[in-house]
């Protein structure tokens, strides 16, 4: 018995060794466009019967996320919804830290965001069409976890994105 919980603590710490490991030597390049060569991307797109300002508005809320999407917990930005600002949140399990890189107002979010084993790039686009607002989201996602999990990654990645979008519809139609 000893001798398999010493041979489990073994394997254990050697996985913490390893996991350490890839995230100390894990780098990822921030743009403002999501990574082509990236394992997992997806492009997903709809018409909400609303003004572009009034979903940008929705999705420049950071921290009211979470009353309207039910994926996201704990949304925090930290100061104003700027460039070069950083905000925290939780979904499907994971605590991603991120960052905007993109702010125009009424046209175009992105942010990146690194969680563990994971980093993406999320890039929101409101286009103005007949009166209603084309939503068009693109993510590109990386790091040694996504690798390894890549279909997991691909298949919770599509369906997150229509689920928020569908949420985002539905708010900003109200």
């Not at 909400?48 to 979903?55: C, D, F, G, R, T």
């Not at 930005?77 to 905000?87: C, E």
């Not at 965001?113 to 590109?140: P, R, Y």
């Amino acid at each position: 018995m000893k001798k398999i919980v010493y041979s489990l603590l073994t394997i254990i710490g050697v996985l913490t060794i390893i996991v350490v490991c890839l995230e100390a030597f894990s780098s990822y390049t921030v743009s403002e466009s999501i990574h082509e060569q990236a394992p997992v991307k997806t492009y997903q797109e709809i018409t909400i019967n609303a003004s572009p300002q009034k979903v940008y508005q929705i999705m420049s809320e950071i921290n009211h996320w979470a009353e309207w999407h039910g994926d996201v917990t704990e949304p925090t930005l930290t100061g104003s919804f700027t460039k070069g600002s950083s905000f925290d949140w939780k979904s499907g399990g994971l605590t991603i830290h991120s960052t905007l890189h993109t702010v125009v107002p009424n046209q175009k979010i992105g942010w990146s965001g690194k969680a563990l084993g994971a980093f993406a790039i999320h890039n929101w686009s409101f286009i103005e069409h007949n009166g209603q607002t084309i939503v068009k989201v693109d993510e590109s996602m990386e790091g040694w976890l996504v690798y390894l999990m890549r279909t997991k990654f691909q298949h919770g990645l599509e369906e997150s994105l229509q689920i928020w979008l569908k949420n985002l519809k539905s708010k900003a139609e109200q």
